[in-house]
């Protein structure tokens, strides 16, 4: 059945490592979507792709990084420049129809940890 | 900058009870908003949702309720059940951004007692 599957559940990094958390959907979807939860507060965009091969920067990219080499796939870098990196990592994706609105649908999230 | 406000972090409910959850926002050019509802250690799940032409749209039990010129909208669940029990994040874009610019609120934590 189709979804969006985030791997690892839960990480764990050193202080200075680069880490890569993975996304991918078999939903057909072209956008997709990075968001940072902490305690308390709402999802903040990260990154977002609407195509293969482009990524735009959202509201929070600082320290971060990812690419989008195909249309099911799109990992995150966490990197050592991401001074507070512990949270919730949640990727998402939606269809795009310019006519209509739609929603994005989500993975089950990461929970990266500092050690 | 808080674009989208849920003001009650958590409300509890009688189960067969009505369970209204409230959100607020400030950004005119919103034109879509959505309910998602959250388990613990699961991914938001998408709920249902209401485009700014309507005012009202329902789905089995659930109905959001939006009101333009108080930038307010509003889920009802009815009626209540312990299922139900879940973190629930109002979320508003604008379509000629193609929804890339989706903005959530802080969530608001529903519990159902039996």
């Known amino acids: 059945d189709g979804g969006i599957t985030q791997s690892p559940k839960y990480l764990f990094r050193k202080e200075g490592q680069n880490v890569t958390l993975s996304c991918e959907q078999n939903?057909?979807?072209?956008?997709m979507y990075w968001y940072r939860q902490d305690p308390g507060q709402g999802l903040r965009l990260i990154y977002y792709?609407?195509?293969?091969?482009?990524?735009q920067k959202g509201d929070i990219a600082e320290g971060y990084s990812v690419s989008r080499e195909k249309k099911e796939s799109f990992p995150l870098t966490v990197t050592s420049a991401q001074k507070n990196p512990t949270a919730f990592y949640l990727c998402?994706?939606?269809?795009?129809?310019?006519?209509?609105?739609?929603?994005?649908?989500f993975g089950d999230g990461t929970r990266l940890s500092i050690l | 900058d808080q674009q989208v406000k849920q003001n009650s972090p958590s409300l509890s409910v009688q189960e067969g009870r009505i369970s209204i959850l409230n959100c607020d926002y400030t950004?005119?050019?919103?034109?879509?908003f959505l309910w998602y509802k959250k388990y613990p250690a699961e991914g938001p799940t998408f709920l249902i949702s209401?485009?700014?032409?309507?005012d009202k749209n329902e789905d089995g039990r659930f109905t959001v309720f939006l009101n333009k010129s108080a930038k307010h909208l509003s889920l009802h669940i009815v009626p209540s059940q312990p299922g139900d029990s879940a973190v629930y994040f109002c979320a508003a874009s604008a379509r000629r951004n193609n929804n890339n610019d989706m903005r959530f609120g802080a969530g608001t934590r529903l519990t159902v007692k039996p």
């Open positions: 998402a994706s939606s269809i795009i129809e310019w006519s209509r609105n739609q929603p994005q649908h």
């Open positions: 950004n005119s050019m919103f034109d879509y």
């Open positions: 209401i485009s700014s032409i309507k």
């Open positions: 939903l057909n979807h072209d956008a």
């Open positions: 792709s609407q195509i293969v091969n482009d990524f």
